[in-house]
């Protein structure tokens, strides 16, 4: 059974700092791209980072440019969103989600976890 569990989320003040894991089971990890989005109170859900099944290389929305780092630890399963500088539009139920390596459409999802930014 394929489970992405999601912690770490919050209440923090804007400026203030969070770091969110995802940990996997149930899929080869190290051949998995992963990604995070993320859903406010009305809108739509939207794309925040994603990171290469080794962890090479990632790439962020503008919004979060310099202030979210994406890692990931294959001996772990398990990767982590350091989110720095939160700003209260920041705030929003974080995902975690999975890919085969360069397929379309992530094929498994995290339940969320709520992050929240006060002024």
């Known amino acids: 059974q394929v489970q992405l569990v999601e912690s770490g989320g919050g209440l923090v003040q804007a400026g203030g700092s969070l770091r969110l894991s995802c940990a996997a089971s149930?899929?080869?990890?190290?051949?998995?791209?992963m990604g995070w989005f993320r859903q406010a109170p009305g809108k739509e859900r939207e794309f925040v980072a994603v990171i290469t099944s080794s962890g090479a290389s990632t790439y962020y929305t503008d919004s979060v440019k310099g202030r979210f780092t994406f890692s990931r630890d294959n001996a772990k399963n398990t990767v982590y969103l350091q989110m720095d500088s939160l700003k209260p539009k920041d705030t929003a139920v974080y995902y975690c989600a999975a890919k085969y390596k360069s397929s379309g459409e992530y094929d498994y999802w995290g339940q969320g976890a709520q992050v929240t930014v006060s002024s």
């Open positions: 149930g899929i080869s990890f190290s051949s998995y791209t």
